[in-house]
């Protein structure tokens, strides 16, 4: 089983988004944490799943069941319903992207109990920010 940790974060104030991802598979960690230029925290939520959804197709790791975990209510929910009013586009991708495992489930998570993808975010953010200034 595949466990797929994602999240997403947005600074307005630097016009800086950044999205990540922690896949637990084998007792292997994959990470990625990615500056993105959008101003949407929601659809970066979206995005985060989408991209490493994408990741474990890639890398042919798509041969076993998903258990994605996301601290974004809206992704759980339009996911579970197939259906998103303003972010349906992207939502398609992922559900295009989920028909090639054998089976996925995805669960809401608190904040807490996902600190490794937020820890991601987070790093990104400040070195990006760093950087900047």
Do not use: C
Not at 24 to 52: C, G, P, S, W
């Amino acid at each position: 089983m595949i466990k797929l940790y994602t999240d997403a974060g947005l600074n307005t104030n630097l016009n800086l988004g950044v999205v990540s991802f922690v896949i637990r598979i084998d007792n292997k960690i994959y990470t990625d944490a990615q500056v993105q230029n959008f101003d949407d925290n929601h659809f970066l939520e979206f995005l985060a799943l989408k991209m490493a959804l994408r990741k474990i197709i890639k890398n042919g790791w798509n041969d076993e069941i998903v258990l994605i975990h996301s601290d974004s209510q809206i992704v759980v929910d339009s996911v579970e319903k197939n259906y998103s009013k303003h972010y349906q586009p992207i939502l398609d991708e992922i559900l295009q992207s989920l028909e090639q495992f054998p089976s996925y489930f995805i669960k809401h998570i608190a904040d807490k109990d996902n600190r490794e993808a937020h820890s991601l975010v987070r790093q990104k953010m400040l070195t990006v920010r760093k950087y900047r200034d």
